[in-house]
């Protein structure tokens, strides 16, 4: 769906990306995760052909994005980016109703839309009075109109608080569940873990980890699993036959509270890669 | 290279709506008509009067509202998404420039209504008209790709009025002030000439020096327009 090769951009002197490849195969929740600045939103950029790189080679869908700017291709991906912006003075209905027409979508799945994204009840609101949540929903719900093969998506909830951010997720895995391709950059690991198969760290414009969450975790796990005791104390016991006694010995003596393995989150492995925080 | 009427369709319909709401925009774009209710007060109204609120109307109707439609969407962020849909450049700008064109013609004609003007037996005029409006638009295009929000675009648009708005009453100074004979090849003043001398029973043979000259000033336009567009399009 998404091949990118050895993807550079340079901004005056500040190369923004160096040497990024990575692939999304059709059907893949892709999570592009870095901190502000680290050249997330220069690659949608380019992906969606706004932008174009300096070096290398990106294709989406099998051509190179330099193509991408007809209307047959237009109506195969659907974009929101943290400055997307909806008509203030319209109601979110005049809103979607210009999307549905411009891709020639039927009304009904106007109301489809709203629903996706908890919205069904107010689309006869004006746009101006919408909360920064609820604004994100309708452009998310605009994107959706015309159930596009490939979604990019760049920090969708960002600005939603966690109920709103829960059912977004569900409509995301919803969607992807009925075939969409979904590029999603994000700092929320949690986002990420919760939604994507595969993803990437992105640290200064260079990729410096690209895996899949389960993979990564196993690889970062500490060998450990760590027992909370009634009386307080808490012990680290190698993970390995050996400690199978000791752990059997405190259960037998009903002296245990709680036994965890010590996974690391994604963001404890980026902070661990890259050696800067996800902010 | 696709056309669809639909999408061109859309566009117009959200524009005309959108319009509706803005009062800002759309009462700065009645002011000719107030011009036109104090002129045809004076009694007996010359020819080049009627011609100062026509050509006022096509800048600041023209003009303006295509440059406050065009900045307000850059300003929201609304035309990226716009270009990001199966829309195609020449479908936004047929749809953004159908709005505009609607209401000029609207409001000159309603202005020369109130000033008691006929346009019946002026067809070179008509045409002189309709092809200005064209370098208007596309001169309003450019100055909405080139300034960043609404309130800057209202700044930009004096210059525009003072010079392609106001040169047929700023031409009468030029005797005193040489540098302003160069308002003669504005549109404005050819449409003047247009007018003089069809009324004057002249043919396409003594008529085709004013509209070459507006003629030149909508290709200059469009292709400032259209080169503008495409850079500022990608980042």
């Known amino acids: 769906m998404i091949e990118v090769k050895s993807l550079e951009k340079i901004f005056g002197d500040k190369r923004a990306l160096q040497d990024v490849s990575f692939q999304v195969k059709k059907g893949e929740t892709f999570g592009f995760l870095g901190p502000s600045g ?152 949690e986002e990420a873990d919760h939604l994507c198969s595969q993803v990437a760290f992105l640290n200064k414009g260079v990729v410096q980890l690209l895996d899949e969450p389960k993979q990564l975790k196993k690889q970062y796990r500490e060998e450990i699993i760590g027992i909370e005791l009634k009386d307080g104390r808490e012990l680290e016991l190698p993970l390995k036959a050996s400690s199978a006694e000791e752990i059997q010995q405190y259960i037998s003596r009903e002296m245990v509270e709680r036994i965890y393995t010590k996974e690391p989150t994604l963001g404890d492995i980026f902070v661990e890669v890259t050696g800067r925080e996800l902010v | 290279m696709t056309f669809s009427v639909k999408r061109f369709m859309a566009i117009f319909q959200k524009d005309l709506k959108d319009l509706y709401r803005n009062l800002y925009v759309s009462s700065t774009a009645l002011m000719p008509l107030i011009f036109a209710v104090i002129y045809s007060r004076i009694g007996e109204v010359p020819l080049a009067m009627h011609l100062f609120v026509i050509t006022l109307s096509l800048a600041l109707v023209g003009t303006f509202l295509q440059c406050a ?136 043979d003594e008529l085709w020096k004013p509209f070459a000259i507006i003629l030149a000033w909508v290709a200059a336009t469009l292709v400032l327009a259209a080169v503008t567009f495409k850079k500022r399009m990608m980042d």
């Open chain 1, 38 to 189: 680290s050249g997330k939103t220069t690659t949608i950029k380019i992906l969606t052909g706004q932008m174009r790189q300096s070096a290398g080679t990106a294709n989406v869908f099998g051509i190179p994005v330099s193509q991408l700017n007809t209307p047959e291709y237009r109506k195969r991906f659907g974009v929101v980016t943290d400055n997307s912006g909806l008509y203030a003075r319209l109601t979110i209905y005049d809103n979607l109703k210009l999307y549905a027409d411009l891709y020639g979508t039927s009304l009904q799945r106007i109301d489809e839309a709203l629903e996706s994204v908890n919205l069904g009840s107010e689309k006869k609101t004006q746009v101006a009075k919408l909360s920064k949540g609820m604004t994100q929903r309708v452009l998310l719900a605009r994107t959706l109109l015309h159930k596009p093969e490939l979604l990019f998506l760049d920090e969708p909830t960002s600005a939603l608080d966690p109920a709103n951010s829960k059912h977004i997720h569900n409509g995301l895995k919803e969607l992807n569940r009925q075939g969409t391709t979904i590029f999603l950059t994000t700092h929320d690991m």
């Open chain 2, 69 to 204: 439609i065009i900045a307000e969407e850059k300003e929201k962020n609304t035309l990226r998404g716009l270009m990001l849909s199966p829309a195609t450049l020449t479908e936004i700008l047929a749809g953004k420039s159908a709005v505009t064109i609607v209401i000029t013609i609207i409001v000159t004609a309603v202005s020369m209504f109130i000033m008691d003007f006929s346009f019946t037996g002026r067809g070179w005029l008509i045409a002189g008209i309709l092809l200005s409006l064209v370098f208007f638009i596309a001169l309003g295009t450019w100055m909405g790709l080139i300034t960043r929000s609404v309130l800057e675009a209202s700044v930009y648009i004096l210059p525009v009025m003072f010079i392609f708005g106001m040169a047929n009453m700023f031409i009468g100074l030029a005797d005193q002030f040489s540098f302003l004979q160069v308002l003669e090849y504005t549109p404005g003043i050819q449409l003047e000439e247009i007018a003089e001398f069809s009324e004057a029973g002249a043919g396409f």
